[in-house]
């Protein structure tokens, strides 16, 4: 019987049909999704990577809230202009904490993956109130009611509860610290500051990143997650034999 | 409208009413201070508005048996006119967007009119609001037409309509709030994503329920598109939005995948949304309405089935191309790039069957621009289809990725197939379901059709141009072994290029104003002409009998 004789009978039921669909389209998604969950080199090991703190978290959800992903990517690939302009190419464990990852697809401003540190506080937040007081020739929105709009900080414990329930490894005290922590890390004089180093380790940057201590606005937020993009973890400045299997 | 359900169907919608508007109050109360609890009051408002629309007209009297001896296009009606209002809302706001991108300064001052917020608000407009809308209502066309069967019942086709319009109206205000998951073409919460697992299984059923009752032994071509589409868009749709909300009083939630892993599923729902949202379902379209118009069967049967297995198949595969010399494991990259390669052979096995069935219908394509939208459609998918296995091609794709050329590729498929083969469909069907002799004014379609192509070669043009100089430009290295060109310098090259696709886009949406205007004088045409008469004489739903569940 020919496989057009067999079609013919085929597509009079229309049950066959829709199994049919469903495994052939099923195949696809089977041999390249699921080996990554169980091949280990499928993510390098980083044991020294930190967490996202709560004001970090925070800033990270402004900027998905802005579409900021819309023209900026977060990942450097393994090609020699890219890794000579923005730095060593992205690895996987760099994203390990991201839900969702945001890798980006189109670059109508530069790629943000290595941003942290890169520049100062200052020229975050002049960039954000207005792009063009310090590039001219930028096409990116003006952000500037970040700066006058304050921060939602009571229920971080609930983002912290639910990156727990995806698999990020936050503790019950960060939980039950998150909103303190937020407060404690844009203004390095309070008496939570020294909270914040305890929790999310020494290198944790405690400072007014909107250079007003007294106010926690969106903007410290949002300056605070641009400013340890590429810093979670320096496993990809190491040479490429200690970074585990990348290709 | 009321008057066509049966008093059971009038019931049914009462008490869908009210299950939304429960659910829209609790949201309402529990979200109130967060960006959900406006959607929570939406919702509600919408339930409401069912309940009170139905149970105004509760008492009218209930349609009579006669109906069964007709198919049901009220639903098919209500699409027609929502895709079109959706299109010229959908290309507006992207025309506007094109313009930011000129002078960022074109906004309103608030967060809601930025571009972050509003380049998905276009995306979504256009794609869900106008292709969904689009193939809702021909899906249901068609189905009836080829079955020879009417749609199962009354309600269900309404609740699909418009609940998958709430779906796009969550959408669409939900990122202006600034609600939005950042998965790109599936960016709404949760709440609407559930609800629109909902609207798609009811959407399924009907489906399901009246191929069962056809009078043809055989499932016709285009029903296996739309079918295709409808299942697998659910597969993709469920796994890539599982996530855990915040609370049940926040709009936010966390995805359950991370880094790598979620970057390969987002593109395999992504590429996959345009396999099988934007390729197969419009492809049902075409199956049916360009032999029809055309007045020609298909050129090859043999060809659809190779045509459709392949991209049932293959495309499954091809997302991971998206992630070319990324952190996602080598392998599956490669395994991507060969199977785009290879999906060019079912690809054009469509292109090619929708052209050679036009072999011997030229003096038509010249006169009817109806079909020309048609013939351009095809010509674009094929294009299109050749552009992405070539820039799955690693080499190419470290070029293209990042830059306007992929924006240009989806816009040639937007614009060039996705649109015209949608034009094209609905200046056929809208004499046929409304019994006009034609369209209220042929110069008109004419009009739309060179606005539209001019439109889309302009701004195709401008990206390609924009796209390559960009990549060029990030890659060009000096004697000394240092990059010539700063990030900055490849923006002011764009300049001219972007003016040039905001004068494309505008063009396209002219056009698309044209057809919302014309259709609507279509509509507005006085004496319906009886049947007999209208351009395309249909078969009767002959032996669609009540049956028992009615």
Request: hydrophobic letters at 35%; charged letters at 20%; zero cysteines.
């Given at each position: 019987m020919s496989i057009f004789g067999f079609h013919y009978r085929m597509e009079r039921k229309a049950i066959g049909l829709v199994i049919g669909i469903i495994v052939v389209a099923s195949i696809g998604g089977l041999v390249e999704i699921a080996p990554l969950y169980t091949i280990h080199q499928t993510v390098e090991s980083a044991p020294g990577m930190r967490l996202y703190t709560p004001l970090e978290l925070a800033g990270r959800n402004i900027y998905i809230r802005e579409g900021c992903y819309a023209c900026h990517s977060q990942m450097i690939r393994t090609l020699r202009d890219e890794v000579d302009r923005y730095g060593p190419y992205s690895l996987a464990?760099?994203?390990?904490?991201?839900?969702?990852?945001?890798?980006?697809?189109?670059?109508t401003g530069p790629d943000?993956?290595?941003?942290?540190?890169?520049?100062s506080d200052q020229w975050h937040v002049a960039h954000l109130i207005n792009p063009r007081d310090v590039v001219p020739p930028s096409v990116m929105p003006a952000y500037d009611w970040l700066l006058s709009t304050e921060l939602r900080t009571h229920d971080l414990g609930l983002h912290l509860k639910a990156q727990r329930a995806v698999g990020?490894?936050?503790?019950d005290e960060m939980i039950a610290n998150a909103s303190l922590d937020a407060f404690g890390q844009s203004n390095?004089?309070?008496?939570?500051?020294k909270g914040v180093t305890e929790r999310y380790g020494k290198a944790t940057t405690v400072r007014a990143f909107d250079g007003r201590p007294s106010q926690l606005t969106e903007m410290d937020a949002m300056v605070a997650y641009l400013q340890i993009l590429g810093r979670l973890t320096d496993a990809a400045h190491k040479p490429i034999a200690d970074a585990g299997a990348k290709q | 409208m009321v008057a066509q359900l049966t008093r059971n169907e009038r019931q049914g919608a009462i008490l869908i009413g009210l299950v939304v508007a429960i659910c829209g109050s609790v949201l309402g109360v529990v979200g109130r201070d967060d960006p959900i609890g406006i959607h929570g009051a939406l919702i509600f408002v919408v339930g409401i508005l069912t309940i009170f629309l139905i149970g105004k007209d509760y008492y009218a009297p209930e349609p009579s048996e006669?109906?069964?001896?007709?198919?049901?296009?009220d639903p098919t009606k209500a699409g027609i006119v929502l895709a079109m209002i959706w299109v010229v809302f959908g290309l507006a706001v992207g025309d506007w967007v094109a313009w930011q991108l000129v002078?960022?300064?074109?906004?309103?001052?608030?967060?809601?009119?930025?571009f972050g917020r509003i380049r998905p608000v276009h995306t979504t407009a256009v794609i869900f609001g106008f292709g969904g809308n689009g193939l809702i209502a021909t899906s249901f066309y068609v189905l009836q037409r080829t079955s020879r069967a009417r749609l199962p019942d009354q309600l269900s086709p309404w609740f699909v309509l418009m609940g998958y319009n709430l779906f796009c109206v969550l959408a669409v205000t939900g990122y202006m709030m600034g609600?939005?998951?950042?998965?790109?073409?599936?960016?709404?919460?949760w709440y609407a994503d559930i609800w629109l697992v909902v609207v798609w299984v009811v959407y399924f059923l009907i489906y399901l329920r009246t191929l069962a009752r056809r009078k043809e032994p055989h499932i016709y071509v285009a029903n296996w598109y739309f079918m295709a589409f409808i299942l697998v868009v659910a597969m993709l749709h469920i796994v890539n939005n599982l996530a855990v909300p915040?609370?049940?009083?926040?709009?936010k939630s966390y995805t359950l995948f991370s880094g790598v892993q979620d970057a390969m599923i987002q593109w395999w729902y992504g590429h996959n949304a345009v396999?099988?949202?934007?390729t197969a379902g419009f492809l049902g379209m075409m199956y049916y309405f360009l032999p029809v118009r055309a007045g020609?069967?298909?050129?090859s049967y043999r060809m659809s089935i190779i045509s459709f297995w392949g991209i049932t198949f293959l495309y499954?595969?091809?997302?991971?191309?998206?992630?070319?010399?990324?952190?996602?494991p080598h392998w599956v990259q490669t395994l991507g790039m060969t199977f785009s390669l290879m999906l060019l052979v079912p690809s054009w096995a469509s292109a090619g069957n929708a052209l050679l069935t036009l072999n011997g219908a030229w003096e038509k394509v010249r006169d009817d621009a109806t079909l020309r939208f048609m013939m351009v459609a095809a010509v674009f998918y094929g294009l299109t289809t050749f552009e992405g296995s070539f820039m799955a091609i690693r080499a190419v794709n470290a070029l293209s990725?990042?830059?306007?050329w992929t924006v240009g590729h989806v816009h040639a498929g937007a614009l060039g197939w996705v649109a015209m083969i949608t034009f094209g469909s609905i200046y056929a069907v809208v004499p046929w379901v409304w019994k006009r002799?034609?369209?209220?004014s042929a110069g008109l379609v004419e009009a739309h059709f060179w606005l539209s192509l001019a439109g889309a070669l302009v701004y195709v043009f401008a990206m390609w141009n924009s796209g390559i100089i960009q990549g060029l430009m990030w890659r060009t290295y000096s004697e000394g072994g240092?990059?010539?060109?700063?990030f900055v310098d490849s923006l002011i090259a764009m300049h001219p290029y972007y003016v040039a696709r905001a004068i494309g886009g505008l063009l396209f949406l002219i056009g698309g104003c044209i057809g919302a205007y014309n259709i609507w004088m279509t509509i507005k045409l006085p004496n319906p002409i009886s049947e007999a008469t209208a351009d395309q004489p249909e078969p009767k739903a002959i032996g669609a009998s009540p049956q028992p569940a009615e």
């Open positions: 464990v760099e994203s390990k904490y991201d839900h969702p990852m945001l890798w980006g697809s189109k670059r943000l993956a290595r941003i942290g540190e890169k520049y990020v490894p936050y503790t390095p004089d309070s008496a939570q500051a | 006669e109906r069964f001896a007709s198919y049901y296009d002078n960022p300064n074109l906004t309103f001052g608030g967060g809601w009119s930025s609600i939005t998951q950042s998965k790109e073409y599936a960016e709404t919460e915040v609370s049940i009083g926040h709009a396999a099988f949202f934007l020609r069967p298909i050129f499954m595969w091809a997302g991971s191309h998206h992630l070319h010399y990324t952190a996602l990725h990042y830059t306007d002799k034609s369209m209220y240092t990059l010539t060109y700063s």
